[in-house]
Every structure is written in structure tokens, then in C-alpha cells.
């Protein structure tokens, strides 16, 4: 049974930092994808970031426009792990922020679709105060 448990969330002034952390079990993802979605209260959930195996030419990296140049998405295989560094946050970065798995992606369009991941997380909320 694959398994996606969040870790991280917390309460933040605006212009900190948090980090949050995603760890799978089950199956490993080392050669799929694993993203991080957002869903602010009375609003649908929204992409924020995705990593997917590229093949030999490593991962390769997908972010929203609302937080690109200000988030780093990592994983680490050894641990089947994934990582969302948020720098400089927001108010509007309030959100429950979910973790998600699935396939390989080829484009930025479907590492923005929900349909496209298999596995979801509880969710971890990130508060950010003005």
C-alpha cells in the first residue's frame, strides 16, 4: 500500500522560509514523479512544483508561476523523499499543501494536472501571517 506523509507545515511570518517534506512508502518513485499541490480555503486546488525522472539526463524541474525563483523542489531517492523549499513566503502562500506521486511527466501541462498523479497525502497546512 503506497503511503505519502507530509511534514513541514507550520505558521510563518511573511518573507520566511520553511521547508516541507513528503515521504513515500510502499514503492519507490525514484524513476516517476512526485509534485506538491496547494488548496487555499474555498479555492481548487492549485500546482506549485513537480519533480520527474528524465531519464539518464537526470530529473527535471516544473514550478507555477506564483512561486518559481522562490521555491526549490528536491528529492532524495535513498530516503524516497521529496522536498518543497519556499523562500521569501507570502500570505497568499497560505494553503494545505499536498504531496502527490504518479508517473513520469514529459511536459509542463501534465505535471500541472491532478488526473496525472496516482497518489495523494493528507496535506500539511502553511500558514503565513502578514
Known amino acids: 500500500q503506497v503511503q505519502l506523509v507530509e511534514s513541514g507545515g507550520g505558521l510563518v511570518q511573511a518573507g520566511g522560509s520553511l521547508r516541507l517534506s513528503c515521504a513515500a512508502s510502499?514503492?519507490?518513485?525514484?524513476?516517476?514523479?512526485m509534485g506538491w499541490f496547494r488548496q487555499a480555503p474555498g479555492k481548487e486546488p492549485d500546482f506549485v512544483a513537480a519533480?520527474?525522472?528524465?531519464?539518464?539526463?537526470?530529473?527535471?524541474?516544473y514550478y507555477a508561476y506564483s512561486v518559481k525563483g522562490r521555491s526549490a523542489i528536491s528529492r532524495d531517492n535513498a530516503k524516497n523523499t521529496v522536498y518543497l523549499q519556499m523562500h521569501n513566503l507570502k500570505p497568499e502562500d497560505t494553503a494545505v499543501y499536498y504531496c502527490?506521486?504518479?508517473?513520469?511527466?514529459?511536459?509542463?501541462?501534465?505535471?500541472?494536472?491532478?488526473?496525472?498523479?496516482?497518489?495523494w497525502g493528507q496535506g500539511t497546512q502553511v500558514t503565513v501571517s502578514s
Open positions: 519533480i520527474t525522472w528524465s531519464g539518464w539526463s537526470g530529473d527535471t524541474t
Open positions: 502527490a506521486a504518479g508517473e513520469k511527466l514529459a511536459t509542463t501541462s501534465q505535471a500541472m494536472s491532478r488526473a496525472r498523479y496516482d497518489y
Open positions: 510502499g514503492r519507490t518513485f525514484s524513476r516517476d514523479a
